[in-house]
């Protein structure tokens, strides 16, 4: 068997899956009820072809333009609060000091298969090893496009701790990190990481997991919430639309940067992953916030432009008063002074970026719920 498919959960870890209200006898479930309107009725699920061949501008005609952020990392963030996107949805996240990892894929496939499968646009802007010290590494759920077996066999030879959802252990334990640097949460489970005030709680989604053949929803997907006396910092991971996102702003929000997954959509997949409108349907639900787009512009895994997510975007924010935080691949941001977005995005195929787009938006005590 392939080692980058990963391992089952056996012994305590099975034992404390199964007593998880979200287990359903033989894997996790998702609770939230599908919202109408989310998944196109006339809308057909994408065949193998479709996936092959479907589509068009799948990818760019050239690299996307990027920043080495290690000049910008040696500085502190004056508001406290960084994030630094370095493809998909990896973030190196800086929160009063801590440093956070999310969903850190180096490989250059989402695959299990380093020879075969989607295949990043372009390296990421910095090199695994010369990352800063890390505090934590965040892992939502295990699809290969957020859980990548050669960057955790690389991590695992390091002293970082792991903090990931229920199940998702026994991969990261079969890839060699040892099991004292591994905390696995349940939803709405908290775990301060030792010698900070950060405190990291796993909060629903609606999605699914699996590696294999055999193992669907063997494992948990979760959101993930990121607290600090001062700064709040929500992370999708995957997910359609729920009305939990109303009750994660109720009990752990508001929040000062909100990272929603918007690309590798489809018509037929709106109740486990959002796209660029329904993520700003989230955001509203969560209450607002600086928005900072995941999950785009690295892999081709469904049929639409490569750029579409951040087009769309860009034409529905500013009409409903959102702050998009859209900054290059590795460029250091701190939302708190981000006031435009420049289509960095546009240079890679019509040859140059079009003018900045002012963002103007309402504070997050003033975002309706209903």
């Known amino acids: ?51 092959l061949c479907g ?24 508001s406290g609060l960084r994030a630094t996107w ?25 695959s299990p298969s380093q020879l075969a499968g989607p295949r990043r646009f372009q390296p990421v802007p910095v090199a695994l090893k010369a990352l800063p010290p890390i505090d934590a590494v965040l892992v939502s759920h295990d699809h290969y496009d957020h859980l990548c077996h050669p960057t955790v066999r690389a991590l695992a030879k390091t002293a970082v701790p792991f903090v990931a959802s229920l199940g998702v252990g026994a991969h990261l334990q079969g890839w060699g990190v040892a099991p004292e640097r591994i905390v696995e949460l349940d939803w709405w489970e908290s775990h301060r990481l030792p010698g900070t005030e950060v405190e990291v ?24 919430v990121i607290r600090s006396p001062r700064h709040r910092v929500f992370f999708s991971g995957d997910t359609g639309l729920t009305d939990q996102y109303a009750e994660i702003r109720r009990r752990l ?55 579409e997510p951040a087009e769309t975007l860009l ?11 859209m900054p290059q691949l590795g460029q250091p941001v701190e939302p708190a002074q981000v006031d435009q977005v420049v289509p960095w995005w546009r240079a890679v195929d019509h040859g140059e970026a079009a003018p900045a787009v002012p963002m103007t938006w309402p504070k997050a005590a003033a975002w309706p719920l209903d």
């Open 201 to 224: 709680t796993a909060a629903p989604s609606q999605h699914f997991s699996g590696r294999g053949m055999k193992d669907r929803n063997a494992t948990l997907w979760s959101s993930l």
């Open 1 to 51: 068997m392939l080692k980058s498919l990963g391992s089952m959960a056996e012994g305590l870890r099975l034992e404390r899956m199964r007593a998880s209200r979200l287990w359903a006898g033989n894997g996790f479930r998702n609770l939230a009820p599908i919202r109408p309107g989310l998944r196109d009725p006339a809308a057909k699920f994408p065949t193998l072809a479709d996936f």
């Open 86 to 110: 370095l493809g998909h949805s990896t973030v190196l996240l800086e929160i009063d000091g801590v440093r956070l990892l999310t969903d850190p894929v180096w490989g250059a496939r989402a």
């Open 253 to 307: 929000g508001p929040f000062d940067l909100v990272m929603l997954e918007v690309g590798a959509f489809h018509p037929a997949w709106g109740d486990i992953h959002l796209g660029p409108a329904n993520a700003l349907e989230a955001l509203r639900l969560l209450g607002g916030g600086a928005f900072l787009p995941v999950h785009w512009g690295t892999f081709s895994l469904a049929m639409h432009a490569w750029d």
């Open 315 to 325: 034409a529905l924010a500013p009409r409903q008063g959102v702050q998009l935080v």
């Open 55 to 78: 589509g068009t501008r799948r990818v760019p005609t050239g690299p996307l333009p990027a920043v080495d952020p290690r000049e910008g990392w040696r500085k502190p963030a004056g």
